[in-house]
């Protein structure tokens, strides 16, 4: 019988000591959690950056785009973009931000301007990390749609490498000729 209460004793010594009472986390003063492991919480993003589209909140304002472009032609393009989110905005890495656009055609789909050209290539970097509140210009290669089109909307959008484009975006009307 005393064997049967050192075991039990023991059994409740090693369930108190593995649940983590009478511990503390290391530095806090804090006990220790009880009950089975959970799931650390998500990463804070490193250094305040962004790290998904969604964080990314931009003012564009156009300072240089083409009211017209010749079919196929390329021109560069240049916008000021302001950071009105608070999170930096990061120049390089993975991911890092863009200044990207693609094509809405009036004669595409029915009249809904569906999109026609999405260029992946034709990105412009940023010159250096943004912080909220900060601007920077930027200059990207904008190539014309291929065929001539009235009126065809040119959407620039600032797009989160390797992730997704951003939610904000500046229309802009060109006139693609012969």
Not at 30 to 50: C, D, I, L, N
Not at 104 to 112: A, F, I, L, W
Not at 138 to 148: G, H, R, T
Request: proline share 10%; with cysteine.
């Amino acid at each position: 019988m005393s064997t049967s209460r050192f075991s039990s004793a023991a059994l409740v010594a090693t369930a108190l000591l593995v649940s983590g009472c009478g511990r503390e986390v290391p530095g806090t003063g804090q006990p220790a959690a009880s009950g089975p492991a959970k799931a650390a919480a998500p990463a804070a993003p490193a250094q305040g950056r962004v790290v998904k589209e969604s964080d990314v909140k931009a003012e564009i304002v156009p300072i240089d785009i083409p009211a017209s472009m010749s079919a196929g032609s390329t021109a560069t393009g240049k916008v000021k973009l302001t950071n009105k989110g608070e999170l930096t905005w990061p120049a390089e890495g993975n991911p890092s931000l863009k200044m990207a656009y693609h094509w809405y055609d009036p004669e595409g789909n029915k009249g809904q301007w569906a999109p026609v050209v999405w260029d992946d290539g034709n990105r412009g970097s940023l010159p250096k990390d943004v912080a909220p509140g900060e601007s920077v210009e930027v200059s990207f290669p904008i190539k014309a749609l291929p065929k001539p089109t009235k009126n065809a909307k040119l959407v620039l959008v600032p797009f989160l490498f390797d992730v997704n484009f951003c939610p904000d975006s500046w229309v802009v009307e060109v006139q693609i000729v012969k």
